[in-house]
């Protein structure tokens, strides 16, 4: 039987509700060990974020670029949208930077291109690989990723943006708030609306398994880079999963 | 202005005169058959409908040219073109603007039924001149940062700049001059002088350049002419060539 977008996208968030709200635990804690380290911790997160911010911008390129100039117009709607994230992105960088340089840990955005802590970690790149494959894909793919993956950076930026003690560092996040908020609705209008056929929603639902797995993997190498001395971080890192 | 290591503006006087080039040319763009035509409200409903219409069809292909530019723009190892990004980010969303301010304005005239309507209208094909442009700009997505931002920046979107003030001046009506103005250019034209003034350095990036400049002077100015026959306009003085730099 054929199940609307909306249907579909609604038995999306039963799988991801109790996980959503386990994750806003972790997140917490997160934030609770954040305060613990400090800029040590701040200091090697905000460049990988920079970075991939700066990569992310590319990827949305990909998917404007990924849409065909149809006769009817259709995905014009989405098209616009992801003008505005591409926009979007590119702020967030600058915030990042802005925030490194307030900080006292570059002098210039330029410096972050050759820190150590912005090197991307392999399992991260697979993630931006796997954002530029959807090229390859129906435009509701992409928008599942939007909603799945922007829904999940919101949750984190949130825990950040109220938790953190540092102000300055804490304002990066909050500031952002709005944009990915943004960005999770892109997802939702763009799953009611186009991910209405099984062969779409299939589509969807490999694409978000391909997600956890990837998120299983970058997310302890990530933390190993981030603060590669703490054992807590390691233990977390590896509940630090959609399941 | 912060720069990468071993940059500076050694690039300023290049600039200086590539725009003096294309800003003498944009200075023209009161004498275009088209802003004459409108600034004598001659332009009937269909003629401006046309106009909109094939403007809106170019700005259709902006996703394509800007996404692309984006995507092929590598930094160098100090961070060299990072601020590009920045600045075809900042261009993609503007163009996205007018994209949708031009459509929404010739839907609300009720020249189309739907805006789904207006992708397949006559007047919104892009053809011959205007194709040119279009493929030229993305084309330029195989060439190096500053030779892109020479080939538009700095000189076709000179000329635009100018011919959409010009326009904005000439129509009569708030909501059409609306339309042309909700458009940055000139802050285009900025990031241009900022990225040419920052890398173009030596004689072979600069002849790559002002070839690019010239190219695009060119295809501008004959969009514009092809345009002005498209809506039929009379011919009230030509704004001639780019010539060459």
């Known amino acids: 039987m054929k199940t609307s977008g909306r249907d579909f996208r609604q038995a999306i968030d039963e ?50 670029l990924s849409i065909q100039n149809q006769r009817d117009g259709k995905y014009r709607d989405l098209q616009r949208m992801l003008a505005r994230q591409n926009l979007d992105e590119m702020k967030h960088t600058r915030i990042y ?47 599942a990723h939007q909603y799945l993956s922007e829904g999940n950076a919101l949750r984190i930026f949130r825990a950040f943006a109220r938790g953190l003690k540092d102000p300055r560092a804490a304002v990066t996040w909050g500031c952002q708030e709005a944009d990915e908020s943004r960005h999770v609705g892109i997802g939702r209008y763009a799953i009611d609306k186009y991910a209405d056929t099984t062969e779409i929603q299939d589509q969807i639902w490999w694409y978000i398994d391909c997600g956890e797995s990837n998120a299983k993997a970058y997310f302890p190498q990530w933390m190993a880079v981030i603060v590669e001395e703490d054992p807590w971080l390691h233990s977390i890192a590896s509940e630090f999963i959609i399941r | ?79 060299e073109y990072l601020e590009a990004d920045h600045f075809i980010a900042k261009q993609l969303y503007d163009e996205s603007r007018q994209e949708a301010a031009l459509a929404e304005l010739i ?86 002088r900022v990225i040419l003034a920052k890398y173009v350095h030596g004689l072979l990036m600069e002849k790559e350049c002002t070839w690019a400049a010239n190219c695009a002077l060119d295809l501008y100015l004959n969009t514009l002419a092809e345009l002005a026959t498209f809506i039929g306009v009379k011919d009230v003085g030509s704004v001639g060539s780019g010539g060459n730099l």
Not at chain 1, 51 to 64: D, L, P, S, T
């Open chain 1, 15 to 64: 799988k991801y509700t109790p996980v959503w709200k386990e994750l806003d635990d972790v997140y917490k804690a997160l934030v609770d060990r954040a305060n613990q380290l400090g800029d040590r911790f701040l200091s090697r997160l905000l460049p990988q974020l920079w970075r991939f911010e700066a990569y992310q911008v590319k990827a949305v390129g990909v998917w404007i």
């Open chain 1, 97 to 143: 930077a802005d925030c490194c340089i307030d900080k006292g840990w570059v002098k210039s955005e330029y410096e972050l291109v050759l820190s150590p802590y912005s090197q991307m970690v392999p399992a991260w790149a697979s993630h931006l690989g796997s954002m530029d494959i959807l090229e390859h894909y129906p435009p509701p793919v992409m928008a």
């Open chain 2, 1 to 79: 202005m912060t720069m990468p290591p071993g940059i500076e503006f050694r690039g300023k006087q290049y600039v200086d005169k590539i725009l003096e080039k294309s800003e003498a040319c944009g200075r023209r763009m009161a004498q275009d058959p088209i802003v004459v035509a409108a600034s004598r409200n001659e332009l009937v409903d269909e003629q401006w409908f046309k106009l909109l219409a094939r403007f809106w069809g170019m700005r259709r292909f902006c996703y394509f040219i800007y996404a692309s530019w984006g995507k092929t723009n590598i930094w160098g190892p100090n961070g």
């Open chain 2, 107 to 192: 839907t609300k005239r009720g020249w189309v039924g739907s805006e789904e309507t207006l992708y397949a209208h006559p007047f919104a094909q892009v053809t011959d001149n205007a194709a040119r442009y279009i493929f030229w700009l993305r084309g330029l997505s195989k060439f190096s940062c500053p030779t892109r931002f020479a080939g538009a920046s700095l000189s076709s979107k000179v000329l635009e700049h100018s011919w959409m003030m010009e326009m904005a001046k000439a129509a009569g009506d708030p909501s059409v001059r609306e339309a042309f103005c909700v458009y940055r250019s000139e802050a285009h034209v900025q990031m241009g």
